[in-house]
């Protein structure tokens, strides 16, 4: 991602987890979303009385703005230790 793209998404993602703790929603729940999660979240809590721009719109241009992997990838921190989890050896099968 280019610095205009990580400066967009960070602001993206602050002002989503903001306006989800104003609705008094955990912040422990909010730090492993990815930023269309915290944008179904809202958009569930509080679509419904016109506090967001139509959905299908936002989704397309946060996709535009910040790369369908920005969009839909969980926050590097925590892709990274799900990745240090996931990559310790497995113990093989004894075939006899």
Not at 24 to 31: F, G, K, Q
Not at 35 to 59: I, K, R
Request: glycine share 4%.
């Amino acid at each position: 991602m280019s610095k205009e793209q990580i400066t967009a998404y960070q602001e993206v993602r602050k002002t989503l987890v903001e306006r989800l703790r104003r609705l008094e929603i955990a912040p422990a729940l909010l730090d492993d979303m990815s930023v269309f999660q915290l944008m179904n979240l809202l958009w569930l809590m509080a679509g419904h009385v016109s506090y967001l721009g139509g959905y299908p719109n936002t989704c397309w241009t946060l996709e535009e703005l910040l790369g369908k992997d920005a969009l839909f990838d969980k926050p590097s921190e925590q892709r990274a230790q799900s990745a240090k989890i996931e990559s310790e050896p497995k113990p093989e099968p004894v075939v006899n």
